[in-house]
């Protein structure tokens, strides 16, 4: 069974961090694009960070850029994403996405995890 899992979300104090993890099982990364979204409540889903499939590649919208990094670990077929410096604009459900570079009916979402930010 395809499935992506997300852990690592919680309630974190304004500039505090977390570690989000996306595990897949299923199918491996390879050939797969992977990207974190979030979405607050009342706003439209934003692509925080897009990694490329060779993993060459990563890039970041402009309101993590600095503040949070992703990364992709073969051997685990596991995606993290580490956020630093958390403000309360952060707060959203952050979603792992796995989309193939060519077959675009493969295209996978986690469930995802809450982060609140808040003091």
């Known amino acids: 069974q395809v499935q992506l899992v997300e852990s690592g979300g919680g309630l974190v104090q304004p500039g505090g961090s977390l570690r989000l993890s996306c595990a897949a099982s299923?199918?491996?990364?390879?050939?797969?694009?992977i990207n974190w979204y979030r979405q607050a409540p009342g706003k439209e889903r934003e692509l925080v960070a897009a990694?490329?499939?060779?993993?060459?590649?990563?890039n970041y919208a402009d309101s993590v850029k600095g503040r949070f990094t992703a990364s992709r670990d073969a051997a685990k077929n596991t995606v993290y994403l580490q956020m630093n410096s958390l403000r309360p604009d952060d707060t959203a459900v952050y979603y792992c996405?796995?989309?193939?570079?060519?077959?675009?009916?493969?295209?996978?979402w986690g469930q995802g995890t809450q982060v609140t930010v808040s003091s």
């Open positions: 996405n796995a989309r193939h570079v060519l077959f675009k009916n493969y295209d996978y």
């Open positions: 299923g199918f491996t990364f390879s050939g797969y694009a």
């Open positions: 990694i490329t499939s060779a993993g060459g590649r990563i």
